[in-house]
């Protein structure tokens, strides 16, 4: 009954394969939020994969059904040991982005596991599956080491993270009672490289809107009307042009963030960007006096994400009707959530472009959140992985993704640690996502040893 033969444990776990057969097990569950033809899978998922595993390790278990209509349900699952104990609370989402599967390389399917040099390939692999499955089998392998996990535990698993979350916020105030905590310590995202732990403690908020120029019915010739008709692609274009420079600098006053304090500068002290897992990092790209760490994590960015005018697959001599461009603003805490489109709408008109409408989006988006690295539990669990691996984790303010990071620290008032299980280079929300099988036998180890030292040192704070 010792932390090391609970790691062992671990290790047995996937050393003999039972990790890779449990996650192609949850693979092969079609769950695309985003689809209403694959509604079905989500319920599915909850009672015939999640809850079953939790009630073998003595856990009590509850779907519930969405407060927004046609969204998908959760689980609530708890196992309470004992009165007076620290509670860990955890989170997880079982649903994944769009399959694309036509997309993925010969010999993959987005819903098949496969494992190939040191990888397996599946949607969902990386986000979210694997870490939540990562988070199970450590809490399984402290109980089965010591008998019990030395702590209450609480799951809440939702079903609609990749469509912005609908309504795990009212369903978390609705049911706060249940779900109190002394902390959360949860897993998504990557890693910053794949042979070091990383966490963080929030997350950079996402706003999500479209910019449309709409200005006649149909399109003309471009001969007959060029010169006389305005151009909206050029309109848009231009429009765009004055919210950044040409390196991408945020131009709209109310965008540029007041938070990138000393402190945060410091936690951010060489943190690596680059590397061998994804691509090369512009260097000329993005706000200049800041470092690359700074940029994605300390900062704002703005992103076109999709833009169209007129069919470009197979182009006609006419002067387009419309034009629009599918666009994202990144943002760190120091920014007013609740003024970024209006301050865009300023911005707009001060430069004449009052023909430009906003339309937001119409799923949820995240807000941002941070907590310091100085927090009692960041340091306990910042303790904990430096035992296990002999290095120092990663250790970000927040993520530069975006998570719903704000459900658990604002509605249910907790300090949040999250410790991703993923890396950069997974694919994520991409054709052959995938994940490292070194990376996941690592997580399993991290996180044995993280319940097991909750449970043998108590509360921290």
């Not at 010591?146 to 609908?166: A, D, H, K, T, Y």
């Not at 691509?279 to 169209?308: H, I, Q």
């Amino acid at each position: 009954m010792t932390r090391t033969s609970a790691i062992e444990s671990a290790e047995t776990f996937f050393d003999i394969g039972l990790f890779a057969q449990e996650l192609a097990d949850l693979v092969a569950y079609e769950t695309e939020s985003q689809e209403p033809s694959k509604s079905t899978e989500l319920p599915g998922y909850l009672e015939k994969a999640m809850a079953p595993r939790f009630r073998e390790m003595g856990f009590t278990c509850e779907i519930h059904p969405n407060p927004v209509e046609n969204a998908g349900p959760f689980l609530v699952a708890e196992r309470i040991e004992e009165d007076g104990l620290p509670t860990v609370l955890s989170y997880g989402h079982g649903d994944v982005i769009r399959a694309q599967t036509d997309q993925w390389r010969n010999g993959l399917h987005p819903f098949r596991l496969v494992e190939e040099n040191g990888r397996l390939y599946g949607r969902g692999t990386a986000d979210n599956k694997s870490q939540h499955l990562i988070n199970m089998a450590a809490l399984n392998a402290v109980l089965q080491t010591r008998g019990s996990l030395g702590f209450n535990c609480r799951v809440i698993l939702e079903m609609g993270e990749e469509m912005g979350s609908p309504g795990l916020s009212a369903f978390c105030e609705d049911h706060k009672d249940d779900l109190v905590a002394d902390v959360l310590i949860a897993s998504d995202g990557p890693r910053l490289q794949p042979d070091t732990p990383t966490m963080f403690m929030g997350a950079r908020g996402g706003v999500s809107f479209d910019l449309i120029v709409d200005l006649r019915e149909g399109a003309h010739h471009s001969g007959n009307w060029g010169g006389l008709l305005a151009d909206p692609a050029m309109i848009l274009a231009q429009a765009l042009s004055t919210i950044t420079d040409a390196r991408g600098q945020i131009r709209i006053p109310e965008w540029r963030p007041t938070s990138l304090t000393e402190d945060v500068r410091e936690a951010l002290r060489n943190l690596p960007v680059e590397g061998s897992d994804g691509p090369e990092v512009d260097k000329d790209w993005g706000e200049e006096s800041l470092t690359p760490a700074e940029r994605v994590y300390g900062w704002n960015s703005f992103a076109v994400l999709a833009m169209k005018s007129g069919v470009p697959e197979a182009p006609v001599n006419a002067i387009p009707a419309h034009a629009k461009a599918a666009c994202q603003l990144r943002y760190v805490v120091g920014t007013d959530q609740a003024d970024i489109l209006p301050a865009l709408r300023r911005h707009l008109d001060a430069h004449g472009f009052q023909s430009v409408e906003i339309v937001p989006h119409a799923r949820g988006f995240f807000n941002a959140t941070r907590l310091s690295p100085d927090h009692p539990w960041a340091k306990f669990v910042a303790r904990s992985l430096e035992e296990t691996t002999g290095k120092s984790p990663h250790i970000l303010p927040n993520l530069a993704g975006s998570l719903p990071n704000e459900v658990f620290s604002e509605v249910l008032g907790l300090p949040t640690v999250w410790v991703p299980h993923s890396y950069r280079g997974c694919s994520q929300h991409a054709p052959n996502e995938h994940v490292l099988k070194s990376v996941s036998r690592n997580a399993l180890r991290l996180m044995t040893g993280l319940f097991w030292d909750i449970g043998e040192k108590a509360r921290p704070c």
